[in-house]
């Protein structure tokens, strides 16, 4: 006698990371993150990885990530926070440690170095787990005054 497999039963949960840096825009990629865990179904996780050993550097720093999480966790996100001074690799290694499937990342700030990091981070993901999904989210661009002045009656 043969037994039907569910065909949910083996559907793998999605599990949604979003990589945070201390900045305030790291509310919005959490926000993102979570809209896309609300629709797949998924488990969100959070993660910052602090280059070296020692989160503690900077008071107002410290204050920041707290507030990060906190906004996280309301989300229903499960918090990480580890410190290495590899950080595109340790990325990778949780990501793989945690069976994650999709993972989001913010366009960085102006500089050519820090794109060169996200292009880093990015790279050693798709390199290490290609079946792994990446999304780079955007920076919001503010409007100039002259173009506000045409949105305004």
């Known amino acids: 006698m043969s037994q039907e497999l569910d065909p949910l039963a083996s559907k793998k949960t999605e599990k949604i990371l979003v990589c945070i840096t201390v900045q305030s825009s790291s509310r919005r ?4 993150a979570y809209e896309i865990t609300r629709l797949s179904g998924g488990d969100l996780h959070i993660l910052h990885v602090q280059k070296g050993s020692n989160i503690f550097l900077h008071p107002d720093t ?3 990530l707290q507030e990060l999480f906190q906004y996280g966790s309301e989300l229903g996100g499960v918090v990480h926070m580890i410190c290495d001074d590899q950080v595109p690799e340790r990325i990778a290694r949780f990501i793989s440690e945690m069976d994650i499937t999709q993972v989001v990342l913010g366009e960085t700030m ?3 170095l820090q794109r060169l990091v996200v292009e880093d981070i990015q790279g050693t993901i798709e390199s290490a787990i290609p079946e792994v999904e990446v999304m ?5 661009k503010s409007l100039h005054i002259k173009d506000k002045q045409v949105f305004s009656s």
Do not use: C, F, P
């Open 110 to 112: 102006r500089s050519k």
């Open 62 to 64: 410290t204050q920041l």
């Open 29 to 32: 990629l959490i926000k993102k």
């Open 136 to 140: 780079i989210l955007q920076r919001e």
